[in-house]
């Protein structure tokens, strides 16, 4: 599918409301290049994790930062637990949110040449990162449907993991997300509601692709 203009798709959710797998499937749709933004941040704190003993912690990511690939936000050990809570702490910070709204902003305004656009999703896509998006999403659903679906995702990957915990992480990390002093998690004015909860991806994914649809043929 070709657009007549590159267009920029922005997400935001909280975690496992489906939006990593929605967005895959529009990015495939429309020929859109995805990030998921989150995964920048897993992907610096689990480099934390795993060099403890780091004095410049913020020297260290810089230099990282300037590594980040696609291909590396891939990595399966990214999906744990542990990670994912020490991303959201480090995301507090705004010297790291510097390094990785760099990164964030390339990719969403100059896509490679072979695609149509770009969309990004994570939890400040639409009011920080790419605030003139052609598109916005704000993807939700009920917090216990999405600590089951993070502990059916967990138990698939072979990682041992008991329900409760994951429920009361993500309790947790919604609490951050929400009251942080630095780009909250929130839904714009001009974004797209979509409920997930009783929802499956094929319906989800139709859902988005109508509204997509209607503002394409606005846009071009």
């Known amino acids: 599918m070709k657009l007549k203009k590159i267009i920029r798709v922005a997400v935001?959710?909280?975690?496992?409301?489906?939006?990593?797998?929605?967005s895959k499937k529009i990015a495939k749709h429309y020929n859109l290049i995805y990030c998921d933004t989150g995964k920048i941040y897993r992907l610096l704190a689990y480099a934390l994790i795993k060099n403890k003993n780091i004095k410049?912690?913020?020297n260290f990511l810089s230099r990282l930062s300037k590594k980040i690939?696609?291909?590396?936000?891939?990595?399966?050990?990214l999906l744990n637990d542990d990670v994912a809570y020490a991303a959201s702490k480090i995301a507090k910070d705004l010297r790291v949110r510097k390094l990785v709204l760099k990164f964030q902003k390339d990719l969403a305004y100059n896509p490679p040449k072979s695609f149509n656009g770009s969309i990004l999703d994570g939890r400040d896509i639409s009011s920080i990162v790419v605030p003139d998006a052609h598109i916005k999403i704000y993807i939700t659903a009920n917090i216990n449907i999405r600590a089951r679906r993070r502990f059916k995702e967990l138990k698939k990957l072979g990682k041992k993991v008991k329900f409760q915990e994951i429920l009361k992480s993500m309790k947790k990390r919604d609490r951050e997300d929400r009251?942080?002093?630095h780009s909250k998690l929130k839904k714009t004015r001009d974004s797209y509601l979509l409920n997930?909860?009783?929802?499956?991806?094929?319906?989800?994914?139709?859902?988005?692709k109508k509204m997509m649809d209607r503002k394409i043929k606005e846009i071009c």
């Open 12 to 22: 935001d959710s909280p975690s496992a409301s489906g939006a990593g797998t929605i």
């Open 56 to 58: 410049n912690k913020i």
């Open 69 to 77: 690939s696609l291909k590396k936000l891939l990595d399966k050990n």
């Open 179 to 181: 009251t942080r002093k």
């Open 196 to 208: 997930t909860s009783n929802l499956s991806i094929k319906s989800s994914f139709l859902e988005v």
